[in-house]
């Protein structure tokens, strides 16, 4: 039926008014398709653009690593602490609760385990189950300097294509092999190529001095890596010192769940990333939290 009102009266249609088009406001995120931001989005909290991913993906080279032999046990629990989860498909679909509702950032490389060269990694994931698992975005690993540099950079361009065909951001994760310094001067390398290689966002290591070039010279948010098991006091303040030089989140793993209250430091990780809660406070934050495992 018409609307019989006189439609071209009245203030509702505020032509004085100029339309507002709303990009997700994350660093390196404005030309891109409105289903990528929208996934970012999950992953990057809107009202602080930054993230608190929770690694668990460790078991597709390692096995059942220290804290993840029961991951029902240990990490189900702290889904409501995490932003994203990052994780296998084999991992999610046999323990991750489809009603958790934490985004999943799909592991999606993958080959040799710690008992071969790491480096020489093929893609481990089609683009469609990736779709299929309703993952936010997927995960490469890219080893700058390693034995099978150009296979894994291959790797991630190849996830690039698909990603842009399907609308799924590509993390890059920059592998530091054991014969590579994790100085500034080769992050910004590392970095720098993944993000011009079409990248969507980049985790690497967290470096003194100079993360804040490291993170001014990727053109795309920077989540930092949290690295071997530190402590508690120690993983609080090197998220502070990242978040306060240019990273857009973190993606901790050892330093939460190989600890001995992995909720009370999940908690603490966001405080620091979230209020800018300074390192000193979150602890005391942490050593109040009960101990829960």
């Not at 679909?93 to 093929?122: D, F």
Request: charged share 20%; proline share 7%.
């Amino acid at each position: 039926m018409p609307d019989l009102e006189d439609l071209d009266a009245g203030a509702r249609f505020a032509s004085s008014v100029p339309a507002r088009p709303e990009a997700f406001p994350i660093k390196g995120c404005g030309a891109l398709d409105w289903g990528m931001p929208s996934r970012l989005a999950r992953i990057f909290r809107p009202a602080t653009r930054r993230t608190v991913m929770l690694a668990i993906d460790h078991g597709y080279f390692q096995g059942p690593a220290t804290g993840l032999e029961r991951v029902d046990l240990s990490i189900v629990p702290l889904l409501p602490y995490a932003d994203a989860l990052m994780t296998t498909r084999g991992m999610v679909r046999s323990t991750i609760p489809p009603a958790s509702g934490t985004p999943i950032v799909l592991r999606a490389s993958g080959g040799p385990s710690v008992l071969r060269e790491l480096s020489n990694e093929q893609i481990a994931v089609g683009m469609e189950d990736a779709v299929r698992i309703n993952a936010c975005a997927v995960a490469v690993q890219v080893f700058i300097g390693g034995e099978y540099e150009t296979r894994s950079v291959r790797n991630m361009t190849r996830l690039v294509d698909a990603g842009q065909r399907y609308g799924i951001p590509v993390l890059a994760v920059t592998a530091v092999g054991r014969e590579l310094t994790r100085d500034a001067r080769y992050l910004r390398l590392a970095t720098r190529i993944c993000a011009e290689l079409g990248a969507h966002l980049v985790k690497t290591y967290y470096c003194e001095p100079g993360f804040d070039t490291v993170a001014a010279a990727c053109p795309v948010p920077l989540v930092m890596a949290g690295g071997r098991k530190l402590p508690e006091r120690d993983a609080l303040a090197m998220a502070h010192h990242a978040i306060e030089n240019g990273a857009a989140g973190v993606d901790m793993g050892r330093n939460i769940f190989q600890g001995e209250a992995p909720e009370a430091m999940i908690r603490a990780v966001g405080a620091v990333v979230h209020e800018s809660m300074r390192p000193e406070d979150a602890f005391g934050q942490y050593l109040r939290q009960p101990r829960v495992r």
